[in-house]
């Protein structure tokens, strides 16, 4: 079964694009800046993944002086419907009630909860 690309990218390339949307423009020392005010990453690292986002077509880039400037070619209302329209193709089979619903908190959840579901498992932390 072939494996369809996400529209929505992972945690890392999601954080550098927001990064773009809040400068609208930027090189890579100017996105390390701003992510480095959540995650402290390397310049390689943050090089990488603007490069792969320019090869999926999220990005695109132009040649100033010695550097790359990147530029989102999606927005974030783009990115947001695609979360969205994923989330609900995922977990709600593409019923938009199913998720007002559930948003809601509408109707009994389909298996019941125990009281171990209320725990914070601490294996995850």
């Known amino acids: ?6 529209e929505v990218p992972p945690p890392l390339e999601l954080m550098c694009l927001r990064a773009l949307w809040s400068l609208e423009e930027g090189n890579v020392k100017a996105v390390q800046q701003v992510v480095a ?32 400037v990147y530029v989102p070619q999606s927005s974030r209302d783009t990115m947001r419907r695609a979360a969205v329209r994923e989330l609900l193709e995922g977990y709600f089979d593409g019923s938009e009630e199913e998720l007002l619903r559930f948003l809601r908190g509408d109707g009994q959840p389909a298996v019941p909860r125990r009281e171990s579901d209320e725990r914070i498992d601490t294996v995850l932390l």
């Open 1 to 6: 079964m072939p494996r369809h690309a996400r």
């Open 37 to 68: 005010q959540t995650r402290p990453l390397a310049y390689t690292t943050i090089m990488t993944v603007l490069d792969r986002l320019v090869r999926k077509g999220i990005l695109a880039r132009r040649k100033v002086g010695r550097s790359f």
